[in-house]
């Protein structure tokens, strides 16, 4: 019962071919008291099939309504029976409700500056003095504030993106060198704080691809042997690509004898992949003060002492 007295249904004058199909348009949210021109804004919404319209008449109500399910947007009164568009733009903004997410079009009686300025500042795409004349132009303002809502989230979306790229290499999606500093660096902080063990393992592959004719083979190495070595690692340890030869595995809680056993895996990992290769442990920092570049300089020192080619464990 409580449903239906929520929600209104599209107006009969929709063409028979929708009503027919069935299809239906985004869901939009309408919030407004019960008049004869909040039903002309559901029939202008719903005409042809642009809105599948839901309508509501308290704020308590759009609260419900919104985190039941999605809106692509909401049309929302600002003079609701028991709290303003404003309070529900607060309450979706302090709890990261779905609603905050969805372009609000805010209706008010008569044009107030400061309730524009309060509402616009809340998150509302518009703010819109109800007339008969703005039933027509409202489709128009809610196509826009759903086309700017996408527009946004791509933007969101391609600055993740691009985010994640500057963190991980793209051919061997393991942490470029500075991202791996950073995650070193947090591990040394814990080590001061805490305690503990921290073990790095160095691949260095740069013999095989010495041997590797062109550079597709050795794109194809490094991204098969980027792919086995994430495969081979527990969620807390990480590993980086250092220059385009050298693998480097951080192993935050392990120690000496745990690294050795990580190098065994490793070793019959890379049997696989090439003929000649070199992994050695860096064993544990006496003091953490070393960076993680300075760090692998030792482990790239001890792995030179390596006299012959070939598949080897220090």
């Known amino acids: 019962m409580m449903h239906a007295a929520m929600t209104e249904h599209r107006s009969a004058v929709e063409p028979s071919s ?8 985004p869901k939009l949210l309408v919030a407004d008291r019960a008049s004869e021109l909040r039903t002309h804004i559901v029939d202008a919404l719903s005409l042809g099939g642009l809105y599948d319209v839901a309508v509501v008449e308290t ?16 049309v929302l009164a600002y003079d ?31 044009w107030a500056y400061p309730v524009a300025l309060e509402a616009t500042a809340g998150g509302a795409f518009d703010y819109v003095v109800k007339s ?12 826009r504030a759903i086309e700017r809502q996408k527009l946004m989230e791509t933007a969101r979306d391609l600055e993740l993106r691009l985010a994640q790229q500057a963190r991980y290499d793209p051919l061997t999606h393991l942490c470029r060198p500075n991202h791996f500093q ?19 393992v160095l691949v260095d592959c740069s013999r095989t691809l010495r041997s590797l004719g062109d550079r597709a083979a050795k794109e194809q190495f490094l991204r098969m042997a980027g792919l086995r070595l994430a495969g081979q690692i527990r969620s807390a340890d990480f590993a ?25 895996r490793l070793a019959a990992l890379f049997t696989e992949l090439c003929a000649e290769w070199a992994i050695g442990p860096a064993g544990q920092p006496e003091v953490c003060i070393l960076r993680a570049g300075a760090y692998l300089d030792l482990a790239d020192y001890a792995l030179k002492l390596v006299p012959e080619p070939g598949p080897e464990v220090r």
Do not use: N
Request: proline content about 6%.
């Open 18 to 25: 929708h009503r027919a199909t069935g299809v239906r348009g």
């Open 59 to 74: 704020g308590a109500e759009v609260l419900a309504q919104a985190a039941a399910q999605p809106f692509e947007a909401v």
């Open 80 to 110: 609701l029976p028991d709290m303003t568009g404003v309070d529900i733009l607060r309450t979706w903004s302090a709890q990261g409700t779905p609603g905050h997410e969805c372009p609000v079009v805010v209706l008010a009686d008569e």
């Open 132 to 143: 008969p004349d703005m039933v027509s132009t409202l489709p128009l303002i809610v196509v």
């Open 182 to 200: 950073e995650l070193y660096g947090r591990e040394l902080d814990r080590l001061k704080r805490y305690g503990g063990f921290l073990a790095l």
């Open 240 to 264: 980086g690509i250092f220059g385009r030869a050298q693998l480097v595995v951080a192993l935050p809680e392990t120690t000496d004898t745990g690294a050795s056993a990580v190098c065994r």
